[in-house]
């Protein structure tokens, strides 16, 4: 790890094991204790009654820790370097729940693996530790994704007469409903890009000002944006990837009872049109739980697209259950966020810029204005200003637990916040390698 702005992962495949203690000679001096300390109780009595010892004639120290007399023979493990020594670091072998360490927290989590209420709390703590950063960036991503979808409903949807019609309509014809549905179909389609490319910056710079709130270092906007930028096209890439893998399995499951149903057997094909949605669906929520942490680690590891496809299936491998469930909550929490946040305005807009009480209690089409949208859109860049932070939060802290889960994390994550204890040894590997 290098203690740069998003600080690029020392590699990809999970660190070997810790190497063996060769003994505890050095430990000893560690410590800052005589030598011979664990098996000296009994020169320690001589030395009460006044008889002395040669010290060339000295029992040289046993080669391991000697229980102490009067002492139970259930006893936890000796430290490695002395019964003296400091617990080791979080991640070594050590104590156990004897003398547990206390855990490290430099910055918006702990440094251990995480729980769910903890992912979730460290991401809102960064957004409201980092809030200038977090909130501004999410503020200008959403307003800039909300003037094009206002601007592109108010082009094609202002004049909803289509869509009247066709509510007018008691047998609407195929022409009917293309001519309803085009418009809606073309502002649908430029909010979606606008959408795609927002979330996708967002995605970018949220995610390094997590890495650094991790550390408990502060970063600007300006920071954010100059160490996300040179991935931005390439996370361009890998979210077009997943959305064509995700939606593509699903039309593959559709498919062939369509093709059945258009070939004269409409019972036959929509029931297998049915079953094949079902699995199409089923295996799509595979994939994307599969490849959800892919652009945390594009963004973190300077990996290329296949890359972090690849290392987000390795990180979810045996965990996708959980992983799973930590997503839906997530989009859960944030789809309730968004709508108490944007309901008043949704309300409000048909009051002042619709036709009024009466338009909101008819249930038909509503009258669009630019007051509406204006109105509607104000509603909308709250919501996401304030759900994006949560929703980008979790899934970098999720990346970030797993590794600390697999790889050890935790350690380099120490020695890159300055934690004292967790130096890197020179002349010797890293702690974790």
Known sequence: MSDSPGWASPGSSPSDPPP????????????GQPEGREGGHGSDRGGDHGDKV??????????????????????????????????????QPGWGHWNQPPTVKPGVIPLRPLGVGEILDGAVTTARTHWRTALGISLVVAVMIQIVSTVATGIWLRDNSGLQALENETNPTAEDFREAFSGTASALGV?????????????AMLTIVVSRAVL???????EA??????????????????MLIVTGVIVLGVLPGIMLGAAG????????????????????????????????????ERQG???????????????????????????????????????????????IGGSGPEGLLSGGVAEVTWTYLVIV??????????????????TALLYMDQRIRREALDLELARAAGVPGYEQPSGGPAPGH
């Open 20 to 31: 063996a203690s060769g003994g505890d000679a050095s430990g000893a001096a560690s410590t």
């Open 54 to 91: 040669p010290t060339d004639k000295a029992p040289s120290p046993p080669a391991g820790p000697q229980q102490p007399t009067n002492w139970s023979a259930q006893q936890p493990p000796a430290a490695p370097h002395g019964w003296g020594a400091p617990p080791p670091p979080p991640g």
């Open 191 to 203: 909010e979606m890009l606008a959408a795609l490319v927002g979330t996708v910056l967002a995605t």
């Open 216 to 222: 408990g270092r502060p970063v600007t906007i300006q």
């Open 225 to 242: 944006w100059r160490d996300s930028r040179p991935q931005l096209l390439r996370l361009l890439g890998l979210t077009l990837l997943i």
């Open 265 to 300: 057997s409409a019972v036959v094909g929509g029931l297998l049109a049915i079953l094949g949605g079902l699995a199409g669906t089923a295996i799509a929520a595979w994939l994307w739980v599969r490849y959800s942490l892919s652009a945390p680690a594009l963004m973190l």
């Open 305 to 351: 697209v296949s890359a972090a496809l690849r290392r987000s299936a390795k990180l979810v491998r045996g965990s996708w259950w959980r992983i799973f469930g930590i997503q839906i909550l997530t989009a859960l929490l944030v789809f309730l966020v968004g709508m108490v946040v944007q309901l008043p305005f949704t309300l409000l807009a048909p009051l």
């Open 377 to 394: 859109g104000i509603g909308a860049v709250l919501a996401s200003t304030i759900t994006l932070p949560i929703s980008a939060g979790v």
